[in-house]
């Protein structure tokens, strides 16, 4: 018989731990009244008194009862006994967005939902008069319809705690994600700090890695101080331009929210387009000619591209970088030699890379569909460990003569594709493989810990 579940009040029973912090831990919950699901935040009464934040923590629960909004994690109520303090909160059971990064970077339609729920949300928290200050992925949950929910409204201020020069004087935040103004701690709006935060999160949604990074941190900051970055190559241009307004070191000609609403990558339909049925899967002979184009890489093979219909994206030295484990949120979680994705470069034309991979994936009985230029999905018949298998691959130009293939696990089970990659793909593509992406990585990034508030604002 199993041991009944611990209740809170007798209006919750408590289940499994979700997180925890210094202060903190957060619980599943399940309302004994109706069987909702909650999230229950128990604070430690004693520890928080000694380091002196209970006045945070009555300012969190004053904040986030003015804040009810989609888009913003709801608080249905606060209890307490002589030596805790219960936070009882909407479940986000799809966890934080920086899981999902960690798999690599989003789909530009993804990217720009989060964002646009994102804005949405604080521009509703400034309207209140709520900054949250410390804006990052971590941050930002997801329920189970994949809708974004801000959290931890820990270090907020409200504009009432503004000083006489209207302005905000408390260093906080997290380091890759803070405004240059609150590093120079000369005082700064709330606001526009937070619409730099939300530029830092628009580029690792579209990304998959942070746009300020150095191992020292006053290098970082200085970095951060010139908004010196540099976007991918597959960033959109129209995503760029708005980047270049949001991250502006300036706060006084930084774009305000009203400005990035009327942006036209903002603005920008990217609905995704029909999904192709089955009967439309793509066949080699669809994609490549008949012709053999030879081992190595012909002065026609961009002709080629263009007349088949996919022109693999150019990717510079940056790109490459970028790439790999040290830039990867994925190398947080895992280990790279375990990483949901595999990449090779190759010598060949284009077309006969594309030729390669639908041949290899037509005897794997996977089927095939064109996601869009030098993007192929390849997709199980039968249903998985974790549904069916389903695996991206992405074709790059890095010069005329060399091209980076990058396959990633888009669904199914990790295990499984690993298998499929190892056993089946990588020994298929042998002839066509100049390198696979080696073993040896550099070091992971670390996770970002928020600043210490070095004055009461």
Known sequence: MEPRAPVLMDKYEMGRLLGQ?????????????????????????EKVLRVGLMDQIKREISVMGMVRHPNVVYLYEVMATKTKIYFVMEHAKGGELFDKLAKGRLK???????????????????????????????????????????????????????????????????????????????????????????????????????????????????KIGKAEYKCPSWFPKDARRLLGKILDPNPDTRVTIAKIKESSWYKKDLSPKPIQSESDSINVNDVVSNGDPGPSRSSNANEESREEGIKPAELNAFDIISLSCGFDLSGLFEDCSHKKEARFTSREAASTIISKLMETAKSLRLKVRRMDKGLLNFEGTSEGRKGVLSIDAEIFEVTPALYLVEMRKANGDTFEYQKVIKEDIRPSLKDIVWAWQGEQQQQPLQLQQPLQNQEQS
């Open 21 to 45: 912090g210094t202060f903190a831990k957060v619980y599943y919950g399940r309302s004994i009244q109706n069987g909702q699901s909650v999230a229950i935040k128990m604070i430690d009464k």
């Open 108 to 222: 530009e339609d993804v990217a720009q939902m989060y964002f646009r729920q994102l804005i949405s949300a604080v521009d509703f928290c400034h309207s209140r008069g709520v900054y949250h200050r410390d804006l990052k992925p971590e941050n930002l949950l997801l329920d189970e319809n994949e809708n974004l929910k801000v959290s931890d409204f820990g270090l907020s201020a409200l504009a009432e705690t503004k000083r006489q020069d209207g302005l905000l004087h408390t260093t906080c935040g997290t380091p890759a994600y803070v405004a240059p103004e609150i590093i120079s701690r000369k005082g700064y709006d709330g606001a526009k700090a937070d619409i730099w935060s939300c530029g830092v999160i628009l580029y690792v949604l579209l990304a998959g890695f942070l746009p300020f990074h150095d191992s020292n941190l006053m290098e970082m900051y200085r």
